[in-house]
């Protein structure tokens, strides 16, 4: 049930974070962050492998960003409303979740 429950929680994140990227990449025009800039900077941090294997294998960090803004660019692009409802979503979702690790 734990990981369930972690599986969940990652997955709403990911999410998250994915949805506030691609809002991000759509005000370029305001913020100048378009979908290759964002993926420059946040590529890395999403996709790079663990330290200690960095070390010994050493990894082009372009590549994550290629799969970052490929992976923006397919991304459904997120509602308006879709924000409000998912903070809501997630508040319940986070109850039932702490009813079901309680028990």
């Known amino acids: 049930m734990l990981c369930y429950v972690m ?8 999410a998250f974070m994915l949805n506030h990227l691609k809002r991000v990449a759509g005000r ?9 800039a964002v993926a ?9 492998p663990p330290y200690r294997l960095v ?12 799969l970052l803004r490929y992976v923006l660019e397919i991304w ?4 308006p409303a879709a924000a409000a409802a998912s903070r809501s979503s997630r ?8 009813r079901v690790a309680d028990s």
């Open 76 to 79: 459904p692009s997120p509602a």
């Open 91 to 98: 508040r319940t979702e986070q109850s039932r979740h702490r």
């Open 7 to 14: 599986v969940v929680r990652v997955e709403a994140t990911l």
């Open 28 to 36: 370029s025009d305001v913020n100048k962050m378009t979908s290759s």
């Open 40 to 48: 420059r900077v946040f590529g890395p941090l999403f996709v790079c």
């Open 55 to 66: 070390r010994q294998f050493p990894v082009e960090l372009t590549r994550h960003a290629d």
